[in-house]
């Protein structure tokens, strides 16, 4: 050993350290003369007069990589004891393997130098504080990483140009194999091709992931470990999806799909991480390499589907209800998607979103899907039209041709480059070799039409490639007809409507128009064509319910004259419908009655009065009459759900005598007249705009005192707090909604 003169009994009385390490599993295990010469060190160290005692192996890094110091327990052991002075010498094979990145090798000689610690190999021993010994390890350090820098990207290399070829044996994902030529063949395991082809048709059916995960509920699912052996568990999402993404399905070899990267973490670590590149950036695509479970085609619209289904992309995808234009729909006043809201299952598109980020404008409005699915969905079917296809089949007829024309002269062109080359390479052959000068010059030529050929060959191959096939114009043309059949089909589902919906129209945008009877719709095709549509607004649900004009028409001819019920039949056998696409019935006629303020039947026959009559001549409640007519006191006929009374002298005479009779109804009686803060419960009602069978609900639960006055009529002293007390209980009562709506108008008389 050279320069062992170095060695110092300072050294000496100090620690030899003999770091030993290799950088992965693999090598441990198969480079063993390595690891036993790093071991034979401790030899060499004795015999340069370490006492056994002070020699120290430090071997925590066996596996682990030289690259970075971080995670190397060893390397920093190392460190630690050259800073504390405690190493006399640190005895590595190659000064290069103590760290193999220059900035942890540079600290280490560094902190060598400072406590005067000798480095020693198998060549030499270097003293750190001799400037020839710094710059010789500097150098061997340098080369040392030049060598791993060029050994590394000759395999890096010899990698990339076997996976353009498509030779690089990558891992294959389950149900697929190698055969005993290497190729990659479907798994014959007929369990494990179940599973998968289950899968890509699970997700053709479902459209999601989740769906897939849904269908391989309580089966298994085939998994390929790293080292290639095949186990089965149950089918998670991430699986579902990373199966969807693996293009080897669909018998294309791919290199480059992930991509790692060395990171900084925050606490200063140095990790790897990997990444999955977009399908644009794989550096090896090569398509029908081997037998696949799905097409290429099918590849790349589950992509896009999965893409679609992303909403943290922003995306919308189709989801269930019949809101046609859910998640392409955009609210024209402030630019932002519009929600669907269902109101009492109605849908409605409301730009709620505007309003929850502040910046709603005038423009915002909310428009029910009723008024714009119709009109787009006719504007879709009119797109749709045998005479729009026509347009679009001359239209693709045209750019057919074209392409014929550009790739004829692309073939020309390749053939004109061809026999150039050929001409050329023949004029270098006709050289004699001798002839340097005038060989040179043919050569240059040659390398330039080889140059052009490529070019021109290139050139035609892109623009093969750019064709796009055009669907068989029998099938496209059969397709249209049936599809406006197919569209208002029961059996065709929501969702089916609105990825075909998508398939055409971008998105439709509310415009903010001027008028508020009538809806500007906006629709961007995909082709980049934009159209403006109208549409009527249907404003409200009750609206969207309204009766025909030809309904409110027919009730307000015979309506006089005709008993509901009559009048239901006569409206059902003239083919009407309710606004709700019902038949109509005795109660159906009397809601449009009471909405069109159509009063009901002149019914009574001479000597008839109605229960109402009754009760305000005898001054009683219109209860009590009505229990009078059951207990046979008073002789009533019904008629279109009323009771007309029989209302003679005589029957007149004897409820007199009945009333007079009755202690129950003067019981409580009070015959002071009424002062002028007390009102009629009829006169409550009509100045709160409810019902007067609300009042006199109130009135016996006690929620609004009132006193029995003479001939059994009831007073409610009827104060401004009692007011108030009555609004809010209007207020809050859901079963008042639509007496409320009628508070805003005078009630018809009688008409209730
Ligand atoms: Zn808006």
């Given at each position: 050993m050279r320069g062992h003169t170095k060695i110092t009994p300072s050294h000496l009385s100090r620690r030899a350290l003999i770091y030993v390490r290799q950088s992965t599993l693999a090598q441990v295990r198969n480079n063993t003369e390595s690891t036993a010469r790093q071991y034979g060190l401790s030899e060499l160290a004795a015999r340069l007069g370490w006492a056994a005692a002070g020699i120290e192996v430090i071997d925590t890094d066996l596996g682990l990589s030289g690259q970075l110091a971080e995670g190397r327990a060893g390397f920093k052991e190392v460190v630690g004891r050259v800073c504390l002075g405690e190493a006399g010498a640190i005895f590595g094979l190659e000064v290069s393997r103590l760290a193999r990145s220059s900035a942890d090798l540079a600290k280490l000689l560094e902190l060598a130098r400072l406590t005067d610690t000798l480095v020693i190999d198998a060549d030499g021993i270097y003293d750190l504080s001799d400037i020839n010994d710094r710059m010789l390890l500097g150098l061997k350090n340098q080369m040392a990483e030049a060598e791993l820098h060029i050994l590394g990207s000759r395999m890096d290399m010899a990698k990339r140009s076997a996976a353009a070829r498509g030779e690089l044996r990558l891992q294959l994902p389950a149900g697929l194999v190698r055969d005993d030529e290497g190729a990659i063949a479907i798994d014959p395991d007929q369990e494990v091709q179940a599973a998968i082809g289950d899968l890509f048709t699970a997700f053709t059916a479902t459209g999601s992931a989740y769906g897939v995960v849904g269908a391989f509920a309580g089966r298994r699912f085939p998994r390929r470990s790293q080292a290639g052996e095949l186990t089965w568990a149950p089918l998670t999402y991430d699986r579902v999806l990373k199966a969807l993404a693996n293009p080897a399905y669909a018998g294309a070899y791919v290199f480059g799909r992930r991509r790692s990267r060395r990171v900084v973490a925050a606490d200063g670590r140095i990790t790897r991480r990997s990444s999955t590149m977009p399908r644009a950036e794989w550096e090896t695509t090569l398509l029908g390499q081997h037998p696949g479970y799905i097409t290429w085609d099918q590849y790349l619209a589950n992509e896009a589907k999965l893409a679609a289904n992303n909403t943290n992309t922003g995306a919308r995808p189709v989801r269930e209800g019949a809101a046609l234009c859910q998640g392409i729909i955009y609210c024209g006043g402030c630019g932002r998607p519009m929600n669907v809201h269902y109101v009492r299952g109605r849908p409605s598109y409301e730009c709620s979103r505007g309003r929850a980020d502040h910046v709603a404008t005038p423009g915002c409005r909310s428009v029910t899907a009723a008024t714009v699915d119709p009109a787009v969905a006719s504007c879709l079917l009119a797109a749709l039209s045998g005479q729009e296809v026509e347009l679009a089949l001359a239209a693709a007829g045209e750019v057919a041709e074209r392409r014929t024309r550009t790739v004829r002269a692309s073939e020309l062109a390749v053939d004109r480059a061809r026999y150039q080359a050929g001409r050329a390479e023949r004029a270098l052959l006709a050289c004699?070799?001798?002839n340097r000068l005038v060989a040179r010059t043919f050569e240059a030529r040659l390398e330039a039409k080889l140059q052009e050929l490529a070019e021109a060959e290139a050139a035609l191959a892109t623009i093969i490639a750019a064709k796009v096939p055009l669907p068989p114009r029998a099938e496209l043309e059969a397709a249209v007809t049936t599809l406006g059949t197919l569209w208002s089909a029961?059996?065709?589902a929501d969702r089916d409507r609105k990825r075909l919906l998508r398939t055409l129209i971008a998105d439709v945008t509310i415009l903010p128009g001027s008028d508020t009877a009538t809806v500007r719709i906006g629709v961007r095709w995909r082709s980049g064509a934009s159209e403006e549509l109208f549409a009527e607004r249907v404003s409200n649900i009750c609206a969207a319910r309204r009766s025909t004009p030809e309904v409110v028409d027919l009730v307000r001819r015979l309506g006089p004259v005709t008993d509901n019920a009559t009048l239901a039949q006569q409206l059902n056998s003239a083919g009407h419908r309710t606004g709700t696409g019902r038949i109509f019935d005795a109660d159906a006629v009397r809601l449009v009655r009471r909405s069109y303020q159509i009063p009901p039947a002149?019914?009574?026959?001479?000597g008839e009065v109605t229960v109402g009559d009754v009760s305000q001549r005898l001054g009683i409640s219109r209860s009590t009459v009505t229990s009078w007519i059951g207990t046979g006191l008073l002789t009533a006929r019904r008629a279109a759900g009323r009771y007309l009374v029989a209302f003679t002298p005589q029957a007149e005479a004897a409820c007199r005598q009945h009333i007079a009779a009755s202690a129950q109804i003067h019981q409580q009686a009070d015959a002071t007249p009424p002062a002028p803060d007390e009102l009629s419960p009829a006169a409550v009602a009509a100045r709160l705009g409810i019902s007067r069978d609300a009042v006199y609900n109130w009135v016996s639960c006690g929620h609004l005192p009132a006193r029995h006055g003479a001939g059994g009529r009831r007073y409610i002293r009827f104060t401004t707090d009692v007011e108030a007390a009555c609004r809010q209980r209007i207020a809050l009562s859901p079963q008042l909604p639509h007496v409320k709506a009628q508070a805003l108008q005078p009630a018809p008389g009688g008409a209730l």
């Open positions: 004699e070799p001798e029961p059996t065709t002149e019914l009574l026959a001479p």
